[in-house]
C-alpha cells in the first residue's frame, strides 16, 4: 500500500483510505466487496470515509480477501487499542491537524537544524553536550 496519505487522518479514517484503495485496486464495488467480507456495502461506505469503525475480524477478512498479510489488522489495532496516552490522542487526532503553526520551546536543547553532529551524538547517548566537552 502506498504511504501517500494525509498524516492528519484519524487512524478510522486511514483505514478507510486504504480500504477503498485496495477495492478500487481490485475493481471491485462497495456492494461486491460487502458481499465477500458478509457485511452491507453500505457499512464498507461507512467505513471507507470513516463514519464507522472496523471490528477486528472485519479487518482479518479484508487481509484474506486482499492477501495483504496483517496489514489491515495492524491498522484496525490502531483504531480499538491506540498505543499513546490519551491527552496525546486528543491532541494528535483534534487540536494539531487545526493548527497553523506549531512551536516548541526546550530551553535545555538546540533545535535540530542547528545541532552539531557531537551534541545530537551527546543527546542521543543521554548527556547533554557542553562547551568543556570539545
Known amino acids: ?35 465477500r467480507l458478509g457485511v452491507s456495502g ?9 463514519n464507522r ?15 495483504t498479510g496483517d496489514f489491515f489488522a495492524r491498522l484496525c489495532r490502531n483504531i480499538t487499542s491506540p498505543s499513546a496516552p490519551h491527552w496525546f490522542l486528543r491532541w494528535s ?5 487545526r493548527a497553523r503553526v506549531l512551536r516548541s520551546w526546550d530551553p535545555l536543547l538546540v533545535p535540530g537544524l542547528l545541532q552539531t553532529e557531537e551534541y545530537a551524538r551527546a543527546v542521543f547517548r543521554g548527556g547533554l553536550a557542553t562547551s568543556d566537552q570539545e
Open 1 to 35: 500500500m502506498a504511504n501517500d496519505l494525509d498524516p492528519r487522518l484519524t487512524p478510522a479514517q486511514r483505514f478507510g483510505r486504504e480500504l477503498a484503495r485496495a477495492r478500487k485496486e481490485a475493481g471491485l464495488s462497495q456492494e461486491r466487496l460487502g458481499m
Open 53 to 67: 469503525n472496523p471490528k477486528p475480524d472485519l479487518a482479518a477478512r479484508c487481509d484474506e480477501v486482499f492477501g
Open 93 to 97: 487526532e483534534e487540536i494539531e491537524p
Open 42 to 50: 453500505s457499512l464498507v461506505g461507512h467505513i471507507e470515509i470513516g
